[in-house]
């Protein structure tokens, strides 16, 4: 009989700072997007020696909570967008965001260690997660464990296809006095093709013409776009709706 009194009060270590401000349009699996992110620890955590040791790894594991899903609960079985967003999978069948206990777990690359204002912060890129996301444990990636090339990955097994994306005249000055403006941030045009090639939309739309226009929100803008012929059309940025970026 297994004993079922497990307790636990797990908290956050630290939170994730990422240019993805909203769910919709951030990549559904690491290292998909080549984009700059944070790792801000916090409270006790938020000590050097936490880290001493960390940076001899080229990659790291983040295990993180869902946080803007945890009140909706859970189902057995989810409709994963690979599958057309019709066929249902168990929820351990999949790497689901609506999930019992709310983890996720990626693997994502770490450039540096940074102690700035007393805040002790891991420099990472290629994060699938939106911006605030409360990690509950860092661990190094160990290659020897952690990559098993001849694994079988299910429906999973390749990543995404991606879609050309295209930008109007207008989209691309607004870019670069958005880049010139913003020297901190690194290719932004890079970014906003990586996530649009992904093509976010809900999987039943792909096969069909869709008329409609989207807004993904990265950093401070709403980057406008559509998708004609199977391909982006990126139309215009917006300064975003939602609250405002700050870079750490
Ligand atoms: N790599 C992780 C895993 O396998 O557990 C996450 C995979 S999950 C499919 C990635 C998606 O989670 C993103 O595309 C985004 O829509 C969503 N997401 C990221 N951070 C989130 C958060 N803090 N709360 C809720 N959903 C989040």
């Not at 497990?6 to 956050?12: D, L, V």
């Not at 690359?109 to 290629?126: C, D, F, N, T």
């Not at 160990?142 to 098993?148: A, K, T």
């Amino acid at each position: 009989m297994i004993s079922t009194d497990f307790q636990s009060n797990i908290t956050a270590v630290a939170y994730c700072r990422t240019p993805y401000k909203q769910k919709f349009g951030i990549p559904r699996q690491p290292g998909l997007v080549d984009v700059k992110g944070w790792v801000e620890l916090v409270g006790d955590f938020n000590h050097i020696d936490c880290v001493r040791g960390i940076e001899q790894y080229s990659h790291i594991w983040l295990v993180f909570c869902f946080h803007e899903n945890l009140s909706q609960g859970w189902k057995t079985t989810v409709k994963p967008p690979r599958l057309g967003g019709n066929d249902k999978l168990g929820v351990f069948a999949t790497r689901a965001t609506f999930r019992p206990n709310g983890i996720g777990q990626s693997v994502v690359k770490l450039h540096r260690v940074v102690q700035k204002s007393a805040k002790v912060m891991l420099e990472i890129s290629g994060m699938d997660l939106l911006d605030n996301t409360p990690v509950i444990d860092i661990k190094p990636y160990i290659p020897f464990s952690d990559s098993l090339p001849n694994a079988v990955g299910g429906m999973a097994q390749q990543a995404p296809e991606l879609i050309k994306v295209n930008y109007s005249a207008l989209s691309i000055q607004q870019i670069n006095a958005y880049q010139t403006a913003h020297p901190e941030i690194d290719d932004f045009q890079k970014l906003i093709t990586g996530v649009l090639a992904q093509d976010p939309r809900p999987a039943y739309k792909k096969a069909k013409a869709d008329p409609k226009i989207y807004q993904v929100a990265l950093y401070d803008q709403d980057i406008l776009w559509q998708v004609t012929s199977h391909q982006v059309q990126v139309l215009e940025l917006k300064p975003s709706s939602i609250e405002k970026f700050e870079m750490s």
